[in-house]
């Protein structure tokens, strides 16, 4: 990888065509290279995705949108087009446990739909209905990839290499210099500002960094089985769910559905590390799954682990790391593709600030002190969350599959250990309710830190924190107010005048700013100051009565060119075990 970005490896092509320049190179167009491309694009920063991969991934891998990542998906115009293509789109989303899926239910978990996210549902059942314009979105990834390639091609600063990958760079102060390579073998030169490795769990870029991973590692091998069977609703009897887990000893797992119709996944787990992945019967791993044979079209057969791995290290010099190329999470939370999705969101505006000469000195460096603790944050609750069925599975005999009085006991007793797990899917603080605690770009208070609690959000304008969510007239989220500029938010009764000292401090600095007005009481007490400064993220900056005597200061902050101080008082106690990190 080191090689003189101007010399062919031996055997290799010569270089031909012209250089390309462009000040971003993105190594890897999945969700997360494609989400970082539309993000600079949108702001006519050019880029250039390279991807090996010339079509979509036929494999559905990453099965859920949370609703963090709608409501960037909001701000782009395709929530909508997104929310169409989910499994399906006004269904309630169910999770089933059970021994054998066409015996024995064990229990029933329901999220709201989302009519019921939207029609004001009783937020007592429901109470996610208060935190975000959105829930639970299940959408496989190869029904996603089609719908982000589509919308990034709507820019003209975005240029896409599909079928190209990433083989060699270099770099000094002034940049990066990479070599590229397409399947036919052709090799091109392209020179950038950053190169972001957004390559996957076995980044290229990451390797040639020395960068290494740290935590757990791999925890237990998996192996899915994708198939077709458009009559699996009827084979089984439980009607249509997201997921379905089967706590069976001899075939433990979970069913996951891919459009809701034809195409299904089982990931099939294994508890015993001696036994053996590879000499597998299909057939037979879903028949003891569902309690009975059936007839399917196996697709593909894909061998994995669970990890719990986050890079040591997230920037070095003009090279950046992002999505699974940082961190790999086990799935359980669906965590991996929206924690790597707000990674492409954080770097994004600040790569803005830098590349468009905004930017203070700190603020690139800010990418890896604010990211890097989120995705520790997470992937630790996702291994947890992982933990807790392996428990249960290990705890757990035949006894569950037997007729009679003792298959019920032992039913019953498992029935509660299901109830149990399944409260790890009350999840919306996972996705929502992370922050920037002590970041170096946000201007503390000195007031306590809102809980940090997986199942629910504790709404704030804490710095650091993501800016609330209300409605604040028909269809009109508080969100909406935010752009990919940093925006003033100024309460119902509070006076705008007094607030042009620190537009004026901002605009004098270069940042992209404008101000928004709040109509609602509702909404202003969730904003819980008269001026709150959010960030092109959605992250809240500053906030403030009163605007500050010295609003240079403040600006000089948010934009890296000093370090914030840090908060006064210490972080909370947490409400869970690992729920703050």
């Known amino acids: 990888m080191n090689a003189p970005a101007n010399r062919a490896p031996a055997g290799g092509k010569p270089l031909g065509g012209p250089v390309l320049d462009v000040p971003v190179l993105i190594a890897g167009g999945g969700p997360v290279g494609l989400s970082l491309a539309t993000e600079l694009a949108r702001r006519g920063i050019a880029c250039a995705v390279v991807e090996t991969r010339e079509s979509e991934t ?268 940082a961190h790999l999470f086990v799935p359980t939370g669906g965590l991996g593709m929206n924690t790597g999705i707000g990674d492409a969101w954080d770097l994004a505006w600040k790569l803005d600030g830098y590349l468009t000469g905004w930017a203070g000195e700190h603020l690139l460096d800010s990418y890896e002190t604010e990211r890097k603790p989120i995705a520790i944050r997470n992937g630790l609750l996702s291994a947890m969350n992982s933990d807790r069925l392996d428990i249960v599975m290990a705890e757990t005999d035949r006894a569950v599959l037997a007729p009679g009085p003792e298959g019920e006991a032992a039913r019953t007793e498992l029935r509660g250990k299901a109830e149990w797990v399944s409260r790890q899917f009350n999840s919306a603080g996972l996705h929502l309710g992370y922050r920037y605690s002590r970041s170096p770009i946000c201007v503390a208070d000195g007031t306590p830190e809102p809980p940090d609690d997986p199942t629910r959000v504790v709404q704030s304008s804490w710095p650091g924190c993501r800016a609330p969510h209300a409605w604040d007239g028909e269809g009109v989220s508080t969100l909406d107010y935010l752009g990919d500029q940093f925006t003033l938010v100024i309460a119902p009764d509070a006076d705008e005048a007094p607030a042009e000292p620190l537009l004026s401090a901002a605009r004098a600095a270069g940042l992209p700013i404008s101000s928004a007005r709040l109509r609602t009481g509702a909404a202003a007490a969730l904003f819980e100051r008269r001026y709150v400064l959010v960030r092109p993220d959605g992250h809240v900056a500053w906030r403030g009565d009163t605007v500050p005597a010295r609003p240079d200061e403040v600006v000089e902050v948010v934009r890296g060119a000093r370090p914030g101080l840090l908060p006064s008082v210490p972080a909370p106690v947490p409400d869970r075990v690992g729920s703050t990190v």
């Open 58 to 325: 036929e494999h559905p891998k990453a099965t859920l949108v949370g609703a963090r990542t709608m409501e960037l998906f909001r701000r782009w115009g395709i929530a909508g087009a997104v929310e169409d293509a989910a499994i399906p789109p006004d269904h309630p989303y169910f999770i089933v446990f059970a021994t054998e899926l066409a015996k024995h239910e064990l229990h029933r978990f329901r999220s709201a739909s989302r009519a019921e996210m939207r029609g004001g549902a009783d937020s007592h059942r429901f109470p996610e209905v208060d935190w975000s314009p959105y829930g639970k979105t299940q959408i496989g990834q190869q029904a996603l990839e089609p719908i982000l390639r589509s919308h990034l091609s709507g820019y003209e600063a975005a240029k896409t290499f599909y079928g190209w990958t990433l083989t060699e760079f270099t770099q000094d102060a002034s940049g990066v210099e990479a070599v590229i390579e397409h399947r036919s073998g052709a090799r091109r030169r392209v020179r950038s500002r950053v190169l972001v490795g957004c390559d996957g769990g076995r980044s290229v870029v990451r390797k040639a960094l020395g960068v290494r991973f740290v935590g757990r590692g791999a925890m237990r091998d998996n192996v899915s089985f994708l198939f077709r069977c458009p009559d699996f609703i009827d084979v089984h009897g439980r009607g249509l769910a997201n997921l379905y887990f089967t706590l069976h000893p001899d075939s433990f797992g979970v069913f996951t559905a891919i459009d809701g119709s034809d195409l299904w996944n089982y990931q099939y787990y294994f508890l015993d590390p001696s036994k053996s992945t590879r000499e597998l019967d299909a057939a037979d791993v879903l028949a003891k799954a569902v309690g009975k044979p059936f007839d399917f079209e196996l697709l593909k057969v894909t061998h994995w682990k669970h990890y719990q791995s986050v890079a040591n290290r997230w920037r070095v010099g003009n090279v950046f790391l992002a999505g699974d190329a």
